[in-house]
């Protein structure tokens, strides 16, 4: 997430400078999308899979009083 943020603010900064076209911004901010839609899916898939451990082992109240 980290390098597709910098990979775009390195874009941004290009194509205000006139050294890219408007497709390599468009490249980077659709890279930059991807990544923060994989990461958004790793934290879902994180939470789900905390919340599934919990309710197997009896520990709901505990895993409620962590994500608060």
Do not use: C, H, P
Not at 3 to 8: G, I, L, S, V
Not at 22 to 40: G, H, M, N, R, W
Request: hydrophobic share 45%.
């Amino acid at each position: 997430m980290k390098a597709a943020t910098d990979a775009y603010n390195q874009k941004i900064a290009q194509y205000k400078a006139g050294i890219i076209n408007l497709v390599d911004l468009t490249e980077a901010t659709f890279v930059l999308y991807s990544a923060q839609i994989a990461y958004a899916e790793t934290v879902n898939d994180w939470f789900l899979a905390n919340l599934d451990k919990a309710t197997a082992t009896g520990n709901l109240d505990q895993f409620i009083q962590r994500i608060k």
